[in-house]
Every structure is written in C-alpha cells, then in structure tokens.
C-alpha cells in the first residue's frame, strides 16, 4: 500500500519553483508576488493562509497578507481588488472563502481580474478549463493532478469516481480527469447529494481511482472500496476531540484505517491533498508572473 504524501509531493513542486524564483533573484527581476485578502477572523481560513503564506516565503515568492474586519462593506472590499488588479507588482490574488454573508462571493470572485485569479475560481477560467484550454486550474483539483502526476498514477481509460460537486472541488475534479489531458482520459461518474446512496456505494465499489469530497468524516468504508483502488481524500473536518491539543482533529472524508486494507494507494488527512492545494497556488501564482494564459 503505497501511502500518496502530500508532503513529498508537494516539497517536489516546491523545490522546483524555488529554482526559478532563484534564477529570477539571480538576475536581478522581482519574483512572483501573491495579495491574499483575509476577512474576519475564523479559525479555518486563518489557518489556511497563514500557510500560504509561509509556503510562498519557503519558495522565494513574495506575499502580501490583507486582513479586514468582518463589517467591511462589498464595495470597500471591491475597490481593493480593484487596487490590486491594477497593481503591476501583484501577480495573483486569492480572497479566503468563506465570506461574511453580506457579502456576494460571486461579485468577489468575478471582480478579480482573470490574469491574476490564482485560485481559478473566475468563470472565465472556468470555462477555458471546461473547453480544455490552458488556463488557472481551481488550486485543490490542480493540486491533485500534480500528486496524480508526481506518483505516476495512470487515469487514462479508469473508471474514476468523485463523490462531491462543488465548484471549487468535485466539479472541476470531474472535468479534468475525463478531459482528453495527461491525468484525464477516464471514464468519470459524479456523485452528489441526490445520487441515491446505494447508487454511490455501487460506484465507489467500481471505481479504480476514489475522489472523495463530500465534508463528512468517515463518509467512505471499506466496504465501498474496489480491491487496489487509489483514494483521494479531499475532505478536511475539524472534529472536537478534547484530547488533542488544539481541542480539536482533522478528519478526511474517508476511513483510513479500513481503506489502507483494500486500497493500493491513499492520500493521508493530514498530510495530503491540503498540501498539494498548496502547490497548486503556488503553481498558479507562478503562471500568472509568467503571464501565461493571458497578454495585457
Ligand atoms: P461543499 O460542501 O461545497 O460540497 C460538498 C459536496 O458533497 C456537495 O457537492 C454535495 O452534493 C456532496 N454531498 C454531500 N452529502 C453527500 C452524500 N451523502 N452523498 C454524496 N455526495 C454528497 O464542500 P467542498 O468545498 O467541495 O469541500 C468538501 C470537503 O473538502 C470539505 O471537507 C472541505 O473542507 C474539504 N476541502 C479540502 C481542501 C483541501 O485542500 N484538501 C480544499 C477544499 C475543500
């Protein structure tokens, strides 16, 4: 059973762009540049950018972390990525969901200008990823393409099952893997909410290659798992555990202990699919200084 580490995989990526960041130093240009905006103060998203952050440091990026009160008004924060579109030394942005309610995500996501949109969330990035243009990937599923490709784990003519629908993950997850790309070409069933449960059991159980992200702990037993299957586990929940030090564990989506008895390959919550979405920011950051899919 060969145990999928987000941490090798993702330090793979990571030295690799640490080089050119290092051949940019060395002649003298600017490195790439993330603007991460962070509003209110939820445990999760604080989290999640400190990371980014760190890991833009680790790689020779520069960063910019833009903290704002939860009562920020919509047009305050679109007049600041306003500013940010139009500054020349910022190469990507990414606002941290999830948003306070009185704020329209959508209007956020869409004011962020498609050549900086590192997270790949624009609907013009998702629609050149839909018609199978080069463009932004959303950062998780990039993320697990790049752990696809940095463990050699074939998909082409697989019968892949994503459980989850979400846009930013399941969805996009979906459309990469069965589009004509290296780590595509499979043969994808989506399950979600409204799929009947033993119909997503009965596919779980044909499915060579298991994404999961649906959010709920232990939502994949053995029972589900085809003999030798590789399992993706996007899923990360805080679950209450008095005992840990932080009061609390992280959970993937799948039960690891039963499924390392069927599978051949498993992803580690913690451990991850979270540290390749990193990579895939990363990547995505370093495509936009590039300026690869878009001239201004
Ligand atoms: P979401 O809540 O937006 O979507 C969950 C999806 O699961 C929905 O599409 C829903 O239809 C589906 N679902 C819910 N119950 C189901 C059921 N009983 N059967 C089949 N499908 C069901 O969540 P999301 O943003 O896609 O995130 C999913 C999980 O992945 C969460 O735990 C989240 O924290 C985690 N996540 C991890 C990363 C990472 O970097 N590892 C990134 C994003 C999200």
Request: overall charge negative.
């Amino acid at each position: 059973m060969l145990v999928l580490d987000g941490k090798i995989a993702s330090a793979a990526v990571k030295a690799s762009l640490l080089q050119q960041t290092q051949a940019l130093q060395a002649a003298g240009k600017r490195t790439p540049h993330l603007a991460a905006i962070l509003v209110g103060n939820n445990g999760a998203s604080e989290t999640y950018v400190a990371s980014k952050v760190k890991n833009c440091d680790e790689t020779g990026f520069g960063s910019s972390l833009i903290r704002f009160n939860d009562d920020i008004t919509e047009a305050d924060l679109l007049a600041k990525i306003q500013e940010l579109n139009d500054d020349k030394t910022v190469d990507g942005i990414l606002v941290q969901l999830p948003l306070p309610k009185h704020i329209d995500d959508e209007k956020i996501i869409e004011a962020i200008h498609p050549d900086k949109d590192v997270d790949g969330f624009h609907p013009t990035n998702i629609g050149r990823m839909v018609q199978g243009y080069d463009t932004f990937i959303p950062a998780t599923p990039y993320g697990v393409l790049l752990m696809l490709e940095y463990f050699k784990i074939e998909t082409k003519g697989k019968h892949v099952v994503v459980i989850g629908r979400s846009n930013i993950v399941g969805r996009p997850m979906s459309i990469l893997l069965s589009g004509d790309r290296p780590q595509g070409n499979a043969h994808v069933t989506l399950c979600h909410r409204f799929t009947p449960k033993e119909e997503t059991i009965k596919m779980a159980q044909q499915a060579d290659i298991l994404v999961v992200a649906v959010g709920i702990p232990n939502f994949v037993t053995a029972d589900m798992i085809k003999p030798g299957a590789v399992i993706i586990d996007v899923g990360i929940t805080r679950v209450e555990d008095a005992t840990a030090k932080k009061g609390f564990r992280i959970k993937g989506d799948v039960h690891y202990e039963e499924a390392i008895t069927k599978a051949s390959a498993i992803t580690p919550v913690p451990g991850g699919v979270g540290l390749m979405t990193i990579a895939g920011l990363l990547m995505n950051t370093m495509k936009a200084y590039e300026g690869k899919f878009y001239h201004n």
